[in-house]
């Protein structure tokens, strides 16, 4: 069973900074694209950033230059810094994974994290 475990959400303050971290766990052999996704309310899950095993990043254009999604591939972790932050990235965030595990690739789902962006 392999499970992302989330952590580092919170109140910020607009202009201020916050990090996330996601870890998977369990028996995992691999892990390939990680990503992170986010929900406001009454709106749909939308995509934040993803990164590569080797890297290679893409971000949405509504947080390029203000968030940056990183890895590290011995933890199985990946990463989302968070700054310029605005009212608008109020949200609960996902991370995803596709993670090679029990013979077959699956895809992961954190439980979500709360972010609150207000003064």
């Known amino acids: 069973q392999v499970q992302l475990v989330e952590s580092g959400g919170g109140l910020g303050q607009p202009g201020g900074s916050l990090r996330l971290s996601c870890a998977a766990a369990?028996?995992?052999?691999?892990?390939?694209?990680m990503a992170w996704h986010r929900q406001a309310p009454g709106k749909q899950r939308e995509l934040v950033a993803t990164?590569?095993?080797?890297?290679?990043?893409n971000a949405a254009d509504y947080v390029k230059g203000r968030f940056t999604i990183s890895r590290d591939n011995a933890k199985n972790t990946v990463y989302l810094q968070m700054n310029s932050l605005k009212p608008e990235d109020t949200a609960v965030y996902y991370c995803?994974?596709?993670?090679?595990?029990?013979?077959?690739?699956?895809?992961?789902w954190g439980q979500g994290t709360q972010v609150t962006v207000s003064s």
């Open positions: 995803y994974a596709d993670v090679y595990s029990g013979g077959r690739w699956r895809v992961c």
């Open positions: 369990g028996s995992i052999v691999s892990v390939s694209n």
């Open positions: 990164i590569s095993r080797g890297g290679s990043t």
